[in-house]
């Protein structure tokens, strides 16, 4: 059974930070490319970063470069998000997803709020 579970999310000051984890099980996740998408609450969920499956090639929507950082341990099945100089619009909640030829799998999400 695919599994994919998020943590790491909370309440944060603007400029702060937080690393968001998502562990996983039932797949093989050193072939998978993995991703972090974010919804606000009323919006469509969108794209924050991808990492491939060597973790040598990464992607960033221009909104979070220079701030986010995805990285991946495959010894350990687990996809992180680093989240510096948190902004109010970073308010969300994200979600971790697996992608293999065509399947794919999400977590249940993990709520970031940044607030004063």
């Known amino acids: 059974q695919v599994r994919l579970v998020e943590s790491g999310g909370g309440v944060v000051q603007p400029g702060g930070s937080l690393r968001l984890s998502c562990e996983t099980s039932g797949i093989t996740f050193s072939t998978y490319l993995m991703s972090w998408y974010r919804q606000e609450a009323g919006k469509e969920r969108e794209l924050v970063a991808n990492i491939g499956a060597t973790g040598e090639n990464t992607f960033y929507v221009d909104s979070v470069k220079g701030r986010f950082t995805i990285s991946r341990d495959n010894a350990k099945n687990t996809l992180y998000l680093e989240m510096n100089e948190l902004k109010f619009e970073d308010t969300a909640v994200y979600y971790c997803?697996?992608?293999?030829?065509?399947?794919?799998?999400w977590g249940q999400g993990t709520q970031v709020t940044v607030s004063s």
């Open positions: 997803n697996a992608n293999y030829r065509g399947f794919n799998s």
